[in-house]
């Protein structure tokens, strides 16, 4: 059971703008900056937003991120069938002095 | 640019070691905190444990506390999972990963390597 609360699933078609949630406590978003990573299918993750809302170099505009108390959203705008992939959040828990992480979000381009 | 090159998985009998590598460079390897994660088949990525730049500052996840030993050799910007006492819920890959300079998730994560434990 992850520490980090993501829904597993979501899906928009292409061109849509999706969200996808995640949700923590006091001791890990409340207090710590949050990543968002991507993950292709058979790939390793790949850093996607870093400090809440910062894109990495070559993260396209398309993807934001906001953080609001204990969660985060992770939003993509004009959804490509190549952002079909995992999605986690990801941060600093101050309790467990480790790095938690959601249980991910697969995202379905229809 | 960051490259984090994992070696050493392989297939093990339950009870049996084995030791991952992860080689390391495009960064000041010596002062950067590094992990290990794992995914199992289908699953999530769960943090197994994590390493100062000084090597003096360790943890490690409840799950492979006391089995697993995280270790560095900076001469060869290296990182190194020496994992004991494996048991069949070790089956997983294996990512090596760089920190950001204070503690929190990574930056880069390596290729992975896939540990198969299985009589």
């Known amino acids: 059971q992850s520490v980090l609360t993501q829904p597993p699933s979501a899906s928009g078609t292409p061109g849509q703008r999706v969200t996808i949630s995640c949700s923590g406590s006091r001791s890990n978003i409340g207090s710590n900056t949050v990543n968002w990573y991507q993950q292709l299918p058979g790939t390793a993750p790949k850093l996607l937003i870093y400090?809440?809302?910062q894109r990495p170099s070559g993260v396209p505009d398309r993807f934001s991120a906001s953080k609001s108390d204990t969660s985060t959203s992770l939003a993509i705008s004009g959804l490509q069938s190549e952002d079909e992939a995992t999605y986690y959040c990801?941060?600093?828990?101050?309790?467990?002095?480790?790095?938690?992480f959601g249980g991910g979000t697969k995202l379905t381009v229809l | 640019q960051v490259l984090l090159v994992e070696s050493g998985g392989g297939l093990v009998k339950p009870g049996g070691s084995l030791r991952l590598s992860c080689a390391a460079s495009g960064f000041s390897f010596g002062d950067s905190y590094m992990s290990w994660f794992r995914q199992a088949p289908g699953e999530g990525l769960e943090w197994i444990s994590y390493?100062?730049?000084?090597?003096?500052?360790?943890n490690y996840a409840d799950s492979v506390r006391g089995r697993f030993t995280i270790s560095r050799d900076i001469a060869k910007s290296s990182l190194y999972l020496q994992m004991n006492s494996l048991r069949a819920e070790d089956t997983a890959v294996y990512y090596c990963?760089?920190?950001?300079?204070?503690?929190?998730?990574?930056?880069?994560w390596g290729q992975g390597t896939l540990v198969t434990v299985s009589s």
């Open positions: 400090n809440d809302n």
């Open positions: 990801a941060t600093w828990d101050d309790s467990l002095n480790g790095p938690v």
């Open positions: 990963t760089k920190d950001p300079p204070l503690q929190g998730p990574p930056d880069f």
């Open positions: 390493i100062g730049g000084t090597s003096s500052h360790t």
